[in-house]
């Protein structure tokens, strides 16, 4: 079983930076950040391969944020910067141990996180 765990979300202007981290424990090929914004569907942000450290991107975050990891203590990193309102929303970290490319999509998860509230202000 998988436990995973977010932090680093808060209140910030546009414009502003933010990392999100999330730890787990247990093992997975691949981890990945969504977002839910208000009366919107769960969408992908960003995920990585834990053994090679391929990256992916939604368009709408693509160099403006970014998805790293450190094996050692079992975490994932999302940087975000240049937060724009349109950002706002909870973000998820999620695993899975069944997928090892993009996995841009919820149902290729595992295993899910509580969520951190990330607001931008314009």
């Known amino acids: 079983q998988v436990q995973l765990v977010e932090s680093g979300g808060g209140l910030v202007q546009a414009g502003a930076s933010l990392r999100l981290s999330c730890t787990g424990s247990g093992r997975t090929f691949t981890m990945g950040w969504f977002r839910q914004g208000p009366g919107k569907e769960r969408e992908f942000v960003a995920a990585i391969i834990l053994n090679e450290g391929t990256s992916y991107y939604a368009d709408s975050v693509k160099g403006r944020f970014t998805i790293s990891k450190d094996n050692a203590k079992n975490l994932v990193y999302l940087q975000m910067n240049s937060l724009k309102p349109e950002d706002t929303a909870v973000y998820y970290c999620?695993?899975?141990?069944?997928?090892?490319?993009?996995?841009?999509?919820?149902?290729?998860?595992?295993?899910w996180g509580q969520g951190t509230q990330v607001t931008v202000s314009s």
């Open positions: 999620a695993a899975t141990n069944r997928v090892t490319g993009p996995a841009p999509r919820t149902y290729e998860y595992d295993y």
